[in-house]
């Protein structure tokens, strides 16, 4: 099963606030969790990325929490700015320079 | 460094027509490069893989007699729409592959 399933769809948050996206998978080949940022009209920027041999990566306000016997890792946002206010997209893939499968992505806006 | 450009950044063309998208890797050679096409609140779906002096690698269900794609060089790859139709209407991004895929900043093409 190729599938990345994301949730939620859509997200409003607080300034200040916390920003919890969640992703699913069910191939255990899977070895490489990028987390990518999306601006209207723009293409995506990696954010942070972890492999299934750790089970939490922070790069700033960022987390990557990852369940390895679960298949579900998650994005926290902490003290979220109206500047977050974008699409986030998880993703897997095999390797880091393989083939990546997206998640739905999640619309995430950071209200004042 | 890791610099992904494309152009053009916006194209309008008549159905019928061909249009060419450039992506080049601006600060390194990419033997790989990827090209996804994302609907509007869509994710970014893989069209195919491309690699420097052999054929592209197409996903299942990407017409490659219509998605033409050439990467003549380690920091060039281009696809061709061929007798767009307004469906192809679409957000055309790509990815070079250096120690991870790198994304450029996406083509908006719409077919009148």
């Known amino acids: 099963q190729q599938q990345v399933k994301q949730s939620p769809q859509s997200l409003i948050v607080q300034k200040g606030g916390i920003s919890i996206i969640n992703c699913a998978y069910e191939n255990t080949a899977f070895d490489y969790f990028p987390w990518y940022q999306q601006f209207p009209g723009k293409g995506p920027a990696l954010l942070i990325a972890i492999r299934p041999d750790v089970s939490e990566k922070k790069e700033g306000r960022f987390t990557i929490s990852f369940n390895k016997s679960a298949k579900q890792f998650s994005l926290h946002i902490m003290d979220s700015q109206p500047g977050d206010s974008a699409t986030y997209f998880c993703?897997?893939?095999?390797?880091?320079?393989?083939?990546?499968?997206f998640g739905q992505g999640t619309e995430l806006s950071v209200k004042p | 460094g890791a610099v992904v450009s494309q152009h053009p950044s916006w194209v309008i063309c008549k159905s019928g027509t061909s249009v060419k998208i450039e992506c080049r890797s601006l600060d390194f050679q990419a033997t790989t490069m990827f090209w996804y096409r994302q609907f509007p609140k869509q994710s970014l779906m893989l069209m195919a893989t491309?690699?420097?002096?052999?054929?592209?690698?197409?996903e299942q269900g990407v017409e490659k007699d219509k998605f033409l794609i050439n990467h003549a060089s380690l920091t060039l790859s281009t696809l061709t729409v061929t007798s767009a139709h307004p469906e192809d209407s679409s957000f055309y991004i790509c990815s070079a592959l250096r120690d991870e895929q790198y994304f450029g900043p996406g083509t908006r093409l719409t077919v009148t």
């Open positions: 491309s690699n420097e002096g052999s054929k592209a690698t197409y």
């Open positions: 993703a897997a893939s095999p390797n880091q320079g393989g083939k990546l499968i």
